[in-house]
């Protein structure tokens, strides 16, 4: 493979993308936008362009396990930098850089851009503030991942090399708003419309299902979204209790939460939770403990099925954990570094 890289070979592979709108110029003035299966062709423009040196930093086997956080293309973390380099610097060139920002584009859907951009500059200073990446696999030639860590946010970009998991494995969508220590309504939080909605079900809900879907006692740590399959116990409610009506408004705020994401991945989410019998085989929570102002608007909740966890935790601000699998025996790799 020729690897030899150079901006008007970088142009002219990537000249029947439309133009970009509305990149933060001062830093990606270059960045081109990823039409459906973009970002993966830039990952492999993006491995191309980079000198040995570089990949020395950034670039692993596909199964590399690093000597303290284990298989480190599986792993998430609520506060981490996945490799040393950060985005932002002069270890990537301009237009590496662009290409990075178009990958985080092209895995995230447009109409969240500006809302994604509000939470990196609040918790980490803007996009590629501390933030990392590594490629995982040679891009082209079989599996690959490219993964994007920083505090607050774990994403991937997989070309749907990672067998039975949606979005290329765990992900973390976080944002910290205006305090560490967040107030009930959580105000500027970009996530906070999703506890919002999940909680305008729960006020639906008859006083009997209400009753078993609030957990007052026994939190589950925050990082605790591995698989415990068919035979499970799982917390709050089970969904197959709901009325037709409650299971479409779920259904609903399920698809509110996959919004922030682009639609394949949206629709591989979705069909790996069909293969584990959809919705009627998981269980809705909302946690009493953890409730910012005791106001009785649940900041923590959890949707858990066999190979399904999307665990939405407001206290003390926004974490969101997320795991999906269409088999419960896939292992997860995380680690809680810190509650901020």
């Excluded at 505090?151 to 998991?165: I, K, Q």
């Amino acid at each position: 493979m020729n690897t030899q890289y150079s901006r008007r070979s970088f142009l002219r592979s990537t000249a029947s993308i439309a133009t970009l709108a509305a990149v933060p110029r001062s830093l990606f003035a270059n960045a081109i936008p990823a039409k459906t299966n973009g970002p993966e062709s830039l990952v492999k423009l993006l491995f191309e362009s980079l000198k040995p040196s570089q990949r020395k930093e950034v670039c692993f086997a596909w199964d590399y396990v690093d000597p303290v956080r284990g298989l480190l293309r599986t792993r998430v973390e609520n506060n981490w930098r996945i490799t040393k380099p950060s985005i932002r610097g002069d270890f990537y060139t301009a237009d590496q850089q662009a290409m990075i920002r178009s990958i985080f584009e092209g895995i995230t859907n447009p109409e969240w851009h500006g809302k994604f951009d509000k939470q990196l500059e609040d918790d980490i200073g803007g996009f590629g503030n501390n933030q990392g990446i590594a490629i995982f696999g040679e891009p082209g030639s079989g599996k690959f991942e490219f993964v994007l860590s920083s505090r607050h946010m774990t994403l991937r970009c997989d070309g749907y090399s990672s067998e039975h998991v949606a979005f290329g494995g765990p992900i973390l969508y976080a944002h910290e708003g205006d305090a560490l220590h967040e107030k009930p309504d959580h105000p500027h939080n970009v996530f906070w419309s999703q506890a919002i909605e999940a909680n305008k079900l729960y006020q639906v809900l008859d006083t009997k299902h209400q009753k078993l879907a609030l957990v007052t006692q026994g939190m589950p740590t925050e990082e605790l979204v591995g698989f415990k399959g068919r035979d499970g116990m799982f917390p709050g409610c089970p969904i197959s209790a709901f009325s037709a009506d409650q299971k479409g408004e779920l259904q609903r705020i399920l698809n509110h939460m996959l919004e922030p994401f682009r639609k394949s991945d949206q629709e591989e989410a979705m069909k790996c939770l069909n293969s584990q019998g959809g919705l009627d085989h998981c269980n809705l929570a909302f946690y009493k403990e953890g409730d910012l102002g005791d106001d009785g608007i649940y900041d923590n909740w959890r949707i858990e099925g066999p190979s399904f966890v999307w665990y939405f935790r407001g206290r003390p601000h926004v974490h969101v954990w997320v795991n999906v699998a269409d088999d419960a025996s896939v292992k997860l790799n995380s680690f809680q570094n810190s509650i901020m």
